[in-house]
């Protein structure tokens, strides 16, 4: 089956800078690469995605970019903000397989 | 913003107990799935309906758990004899059928948190 890896595990930036997490994914059949948002007590939210025939999406301050090549696909946040302290979920769906990474615990110090 | 409903929020109960965990999906979905969040640790799939049978489950998912779609809204999961280590966070997720490229795109609930004593 499916295996994702997610890095890293925590990350802390200053607020206003950028922040980058990286997840890997072993099964070459997985299209879809959604990213949740899940904060405190509350399920995950998908934050943005990308598919498997588009190498790079953005959306205002977030952006994904997806190598289906090395089976790489990295989420970016720009200008961060306290916000967006939360832990960031990576995910890779096959059809309605979903497999989601290990989580990374974002900190954005004011 | 249509969402996925679950109750109860959070559920107390002592080990050896049956629990149900349920889920109203967005209407129009035809995908239902639970996953499970250890205090601190990933979400890991559990289990995928469609169709009014499952259609893939994961080695977490075994005999002490069942799924069920009793009517048109709710999609329910049963653990029938609780252990401790099922204490975590339960989390349904719905999805329609695939867009172009075939995958679904899932809606989370907010969970059900158990706790076994």
């Known amino acids: 089956g499916e295996n994702v890896e997610q890095h890293p595990s925590t990350l802390s930036v200053q607020e206003g800078d950028s922040a980058v997490i990286k997840c890997t994914y072993s099964d070459s059949a997985s299209n879809y690469f959604p990213w949740y948002k899940q904060e405190l007590g509350k399920g995950p939210q998908l934050i943005i995605d990308?598919?498997?025939?588009?190498g790079e999406k953005k959306d205002q301050r977030i952006a994904v970019t997806l190598n289906k090549t090395a089976k790489h696909f990295s989420l970016h946040i720009t200008e961060t903000q306290p916000e967006d302290s939360a832990v960031y979920f990576c995910a890779a769906v096959n059809y309605n397989d979903m497999r989601f990474g290990a989580g990374t615990r974002l900190t954005v110090k004011p | 913003e249509p969402e996925v409903t679950q109750t109860p929020s959070h559920q107390v109960t002592q080990m050896g107990q049956e629990v149900i965990l349920r889920c109203v999906p967005i209407s129009n979905h035809l995908y239902f799935y639970w996953y499970r969040q250890i205090l601190g640790q990933k979400v890991e799939f559990l289990v995928s309906?469609?169709?009014?049978?499952?259609?893939?489950k994961s080695e977490i998912f075994d005999d002490q758990f069942s799924v069920e779609r009793p009517d048109g809204s709710n999609f329910t999961l049963k653990i029938r004899s609780t252990k401790l280590e099922d204490s975590a966070m339960y989390f349904c997720?719905?999805?329609?059928?695939?867009?172009?490229?075939?995958?679904?795109?899932?809606?989370f609930g907010a969970g059900s948190r158990l706790t076994v004593l």
């Open positions: 990308i598919r498997s025939n588009v």
């Open positions: 997720a719905s999805s329609s059928p695939g867009q172009l490229s075939g995958a679904n795109v899932l809606t």
């Open positions: 309906f469609y169709n009014n049978e499952i259609s893939e």
